[in-house]
């Protein structure tokens, strides 16, 4: 049945990240860097096209609102979800400019990107990295199984071992909410 073979396909990817060490780490220190930003008063940025746009715009949200427990809101935010801004740029420019523009115009050193794309080839992700790290920003690329592109324009690579989109959404979404709780619980530890 093809309900039960999704579910398998989605624990068999999960269960290759839960056995690479070197993924784990990754993790944390991306978590690590995410915080530091937080304290040193930087903010973390999103981008992502489609479902990945929907997983940035999640994942702000559980930055700037609140994951586990009540707390201060940290500054995040998708750059995708100014319309009239996106389209604009994408009229006036084109759209592979659209998330460039935007770090360029609210970028600065010690911020940090987290580009999301399954194929990781997502040309307006890749010139978002180019201008942030011109800026001196952290720049966190999370991908499918090669990397793409963007593995050669991101300080930092997450590429989920998986080329099936379903899957590798589903792992980035989770390696995002785990991101988000270790930021929360490291800055704001429950007593």
Same mark, same amino acid.
């Given at each position: ?7 398998? &396909? ?7 990240? !839960?056995?690479?060490?070197?993924? $784990? ?15 040193? #008063?930087? %903010? ?5 096209? #489609? ?7 999640? $994942? ?13 809101? $940290? ?10 801004? $996106? ?8 759209? +592979? ?5 935007? /770090? ?5 050193? #010690? ?15 890749? %010139? ?11 720049? =966190? #690329? ?12 991101? +300080?930092?690579? =997450?590429? /989920?071992?998986?080329? +099936?989109?379903?899957? =590798? ?11 988000? &709780? !270790? /930021? ?8």
């Amino acid at each position: 049945m093809r309900i039960s073979e999704s579910i398998k &396909e989605s624990i068999e990817v999960k269960q290759k990240i !839960l056995a690479d060490k070197n993924m $784990l780490d990754l993790i944390r220190e991306v978590s690590l860097h995410c915080a530091e930003a937080f304290c040193n #008063g930087n %903010k973390v940025l999103f981008c992502g096209n #489609g479902g990945s746009a929907a997983d940035a715009q999640h $994942l702000a949200a559980e930055f700037s609102g609140r994951f586990y427990y009540d707390r201060p809101p $940290l500054p995040s935010e998708a750059l995708h979800v100014n319309t009239s801004y $996106l389209t604009a740029v994408a009229n006036d420019y084109s759209y +592979d400019e659209v998330y460039a523009r935007s /770090v360029r115009g609210s970028g600065k050193e #010690g911020d940090v990107l987290i580009g999301i794309s399954t194929s990781g080839n997502s040309t307006n992700i890749i %010139k978002a990295f180019e201008v942030a790290n011109e800026l001196g920003m952290i720049t =966190i #690329g999370l991908t499918g199984e090669s990397g793409g592109k963007m593995k050669d324009h991101c +300080d930092y690579l =997450i590429n /989920v071992p998986s080329s +099936d989109t379903p899957r =590798i959404q589903e792992s980035h979404i989770m390696i995002g909410h785990i991101i988000c &709780e !270790l /930021v929360e619980s490291t800055l704001f530890p429950r007593e």
